[in-house]
């Protein structure tokens, strides 16, 4: 057994740790929890009524799963950096979960003309760039190995190249009208893309899709074509309707 081995086990006596999703003793993630993680994405822009303008479509965007349970108990404990410890497995699993998305017909359709794709993190906040708690861009880094995986041809690329600028308010607990207001205008790519380059949006959560549009239109106006977005969980719509977004 190697030292820091020893010293996790002995941590482990002192602070016992228990699954971040269930709490189930001496797990860092049990089984059922890692399974909730690595779940073959489904489509989930219904429940996100920001993702589409007045006559247009809205953005194809994929979920793992629903917000809710110990679902978002993962979520919540490894964006806030409370667990730490579950960084790996939830990064494992995000990957797997992409690697089977790669292979979705309607994801496959979107990219069917495209040699390369370019997987873009929505942009992080200030505080957590300064923080180094850029939780997306590691997701991001995760999906771009599972679409690699799982593709079998084109370029796969990640490229952190969104900055959020103003839009300080944070989204939690306020509409969907203040989340526009709170986005609009608020994202601008640092550089240009290549014309024409299809960008896959990552996030952690879409409650409203107003990150997401936002990051859309700043990948679309620095010459990408945004085709996609992959999130780890989606809330409920304004009407709680579960759209084609499964359990």
Not at 65 to 83: D, E, P
Request: glycine fraction near 10%; include cysteine; charge should be positive.
């Amino acid at each position: 057994m190697d030292v820091r081995q020893a010293l996790t086990d002995a941590g482990r006596l002192v602070l016992p740790v228990e699954c971040a999703g269930c709490g189930r003793w001496d797990l860092v993630l049990c089984a059922r929890c890692v399974r909730l993680l690595s779940r073959p994405p489904v489509r989930c822009e219904q429940r996100a009524p920001l993702l589409g303008g007045a006559g247009t479509s809205p953005l194809p965007t994929w979920s793992v799963g629903q917000y809710r349970g110990s679902l978002r108990a993962i979520v919540l404990a490894w964006k806030t950096g409370r667990r730490q410890d579950i960084a790996p497995e939830v990064l494992t699993a995000a990957e797997q979960a992409a690697t089977t998305w790669a292979h979705d017909p309607d994801l496959r359709s979107l990219l069917t003309d495209h040699d390369s794709v370019l997987v873009v993190p929505v942009p992080s906040g200030w505080r957590r760039r300064v923080a180094r708690r850029l939780v997306v861009a590691d997701l991001a880094d995760a999906v771009a190995r599972g679409l690699a995986a799982g593709r079998h041809e084109g370029e796969v690329l990640v490229a952190d190249v969104l900055r959020r600028r103003g839009g300080s308010a944070h989204q939690a607990g306020i509409g969907a009208r203040a989340r526009i207001a709170n986005r609009r205008g608020t994202v601008r790519a640092r550089a240009r893309l290549p014309t024409g380059t299809a960008v896959v949006l990552v996030d952690d959560v879409v409650t409203t899709g107003a990150s997401l549009a936002a990051s859309a239109d700043a990948a679309e106006a620095a010459g990408g074509r945004t085709v996609a977005a992959f999130t780890l969980a989606s809330t409920a719509g304004p009407t709680g309707a579960a759209g084609r977004l499964a359990s």
